[in-house]
């Protein structure tokens, strides 16, 4: 059971289990309201049981990705999270990669799979998320800014995958109707928005977490911005980028109230907005590690909070 529960704890199971709810959200409440009854009898069709399969492949290739950074980072984490650490204390490093290769197999060739049905936009990207979530763990997360900007782009590949997948058109002379390009168009916002805004919010979480683990880069010559650039050139760049999120949701919320709107605008106000404004003015104030992980935490309720939106779009 202990060997269990640290295998739960590697793979960093929370994470997972957003994962699947961000993209079981964006398809059944944007996806398939967004398209006519007939699309999902075509022959290239995302499916709800294909939809399965690659919210399935996700979460493999992400467990494996987990796997693969701790593995890496054994030094480091014994000087930020000792009490945490997994790789080494509990599960051996041979078991680790063992783990972490037979997962990506496994999400790879699901993604084949279901790019077999759909769109093999889907599985040249999954491979190359493979990739880079190796390369990150080896060698991007110690570079300045490089490593949060493939965490962040990965964030909104989550959301992005889904309408790749659903657009067929890239790869097939297939007539379809009106309704299906209509339909197509809606998701392309959707996505495109949910996608920018898990970048944005993931790029800054990435760099306040950054700050909170400075005293294990440091000791092992990782070049994270708050090391390289120091911790207030750092917090000018967060606020930056908080103070553009913001202000892009406000202008956004303004937009939704022209077209009758209200609850969404008065969920984003209350549950996205104005937690996005406490965490500003809170960041400005933090100097302890405690802080910036409490400051991080906040950040993913946002996260959640921000993806659980789409239950309003239905």
């Given amino acids: 059971m202990k060997l269990l529960l640290a295998f739960f704890r590697l793979i960093r199971w929370p994470n997972l289990i957003f994962i699947a709810l961000t993209q079981f959200l964006f398809y059944y409440c944007i996806i398939i309201p967004s398209l006519p009854v ?15 399969f690659l919210v399935i492949a996700s979460i ?3 467990a494996a990705g987990y796997i693969i950074n701790d593995y890496f980072d054994i030094n480091i984490d014994q000087v930020n999270k000792p009490a945490k650490m997994v790789v080494q204390k509990i599960i051996s490093r041979h078991w680790a990669i063992l783990f972490h290769l037979l997962i990506t197999l496994a999400g790879i060739t699901l993604s084949g799979y279901v790019a077999f049905k759909t769109s093999w936009v889907v599985f040249f990207a999954n491979i190359l998320c493979a990739f880079l979530l190796w390369s990150y763990s080896t060698r ?7 490593g949060n900007i493939i965490i962040a782009g990965l964030t909104a590949w989550t959301v992005l995958v889904l309408y790749f997948a659903i657009n067929t058109l ?4 297939t007539v379809v109707s009106a309704g299906f390009i209509t339909g197509l168009s809606r998701i392309y916002k959707f996505a495109a928005l949910y996608a920018s805004f898990a970048f944005i919010i993931s790029l800054i979480r990435e760099v306040v977490k950054d700050i909170e683990d400075m005293s294990g880069d440091a000791k ?9 650039w120091g911790v207030p050139a750092t917090k000018v760049f967060v606020g930056v980028w908080l103070t553009v999120l913001i202000g892009s949701l406000i202008i956004l919320q303004l ?18 907005i104005s ?16 802080e910036y992980h409490t400051i991080s935490t ?7 909070t921000g993806i659980c939106s789409i239950l309003l779009m239905k």
């Fill in 38 to 52: 007939d699309y999902f009898l075509q022959q290239k069709a995302l499916t709800p049981s294909l939809f399965y």
């Fill in 275 to 290: 937690p996005l404004v406490w965490i500003l003015k809170r960041f400005y104030h933090a100097h302890s590690t405690a």
């Fill in 140 to 146: 991007f997360k110690k570079k300045l800014l490089s």
């Fill in 60 to 62: 493999l290739i992400a």
């Fill in 298 to 304: 906040f950040i993913k309720v946002v996260m959640f």
């Fill in 220 to 228: 092992y010559q990782c070049k994270t911005m708050p090391i390289v």
């Fill in 170 to 173: 890239l790869f097939t002379s």
């Fill in 255 to 272: 937009y939704v109230l022209q077209i009758g709107w209200w609850g969404s605008a008065l969920y984003s106000l209350v549950l996205v």
